[in-house]
T-cell receptor
Framework: DAGVTQSPTHLIKTRGQQVTLRCSPK?????VSWYQQALGQGPQFIFQ???????QRGNFPDRFSGHQFPNYSSELNVNALLLGDSALYLC?????????FGQGTRLTVV | DQQVKQNSPSLSVQEGRISILNCDYT??????FLWYKKYPAEGPTFLIS?????DKNEDGRFTVFLNKSAKHLSLHIVPSQPGDSAVYFC??????????FGTGTRLQVFP
């Protein structure tokens, strides 16, 4: 079992650009959540997808959007990047109580 | 508003001794609590969890205690090992699968 895989692992973007991050959930998991972890902070919930629909959303602006595909994989899109969007973006998959995390994508906005 | 708080940013413990990591929460709707461990350049790894209907859950060297009246939980690691050195996050859920994390405690276990 490959677990939760995310790509790319690192990314550098310029302010104002758009970025797409990808996540493949653990085998058998149908729910994908995205989190943002800023330096020195705990992960913060962005949104969650289940059956290709956004089921819950945290306190993030509309610049953050997502998608879930029929195979349960997911994408996180961020438009009009700001310097403050620099963070580790974590994907978690679940099918029950425990969420399993990927290694994250380190996004740097310059 | 920080609903889950880990007030100790760091903890240093000698190998073989007990490590106690603490976590406080404010939302009484939380009914499931988890501890995650995170190494640099890796995602958080699930360690142990506890439902609000229990006050203790044990898994090997790891035990989590929940005090609902005080809205407090703790993670005990006995005996501590150098490989336990990492950042530990407490997280809580209100049955919506959304996790609310604390800011983490960096544990260092020295020989």
């Amino acid at each position: 079992d490959a677990g939760v895989t995310q790509s790319p692992t690192h990314l550098i973007k310029t302010r104002g650009q758009q970025v797409t991050l990808r996540c493949s959930p653990k085998s058998g998991h149908d729910t994908v959540s995205w989190y943002q972890q800023a330096l020195g902070q705990g992960p913060q919930f962005i949104f969650q997808y289940y059956e290709e629909e956004e089921r819950q959303r945290g306190n993030f602006p509309d610049r953050f959007s997502g998608h879930q595909f029929p195979n349960y994989s997911s994408e996180l899109n961020v438009n009009a990047l700001l310097l403050g969007d620099s963070a580790l973006y974590l994907c978690a998959s679940s099918s029950g109580s425990e969420a399993f995390f990927g290694q994250g994508t380190r996004l740097t906005v310059v | 508003d920080q609903q889950v708080k880990q007030n100790s940013p760091s903890l240093s413990v000698q190998e073989g001794r007990i490590s106690i990591l603490n976590c406080d929460y404010t939302n009484s709707m939380f009914d499931y609590f988890l501890w995650y461990k995170k190494y640099p350049a890796e995602g958080p790894t699930f360690l142990i969890s506890i439902s609000s209907i229990k006050d203790k859950n044990e898994d090997g060297r790891f035990t989590v205690f929940l005090n609902k009246s005080a809205k407090h939980l703790s993670l005990h690691i006995v005996p501590s090992q150098p490989g336990d050195s990492a950042v530990y996050f407490c997280a809580a859920s209100d049955n919506t699968d959304k996790l609310i994390f604390g800011t983490g405690t960096r544990l260092q276990v020295f020989p």
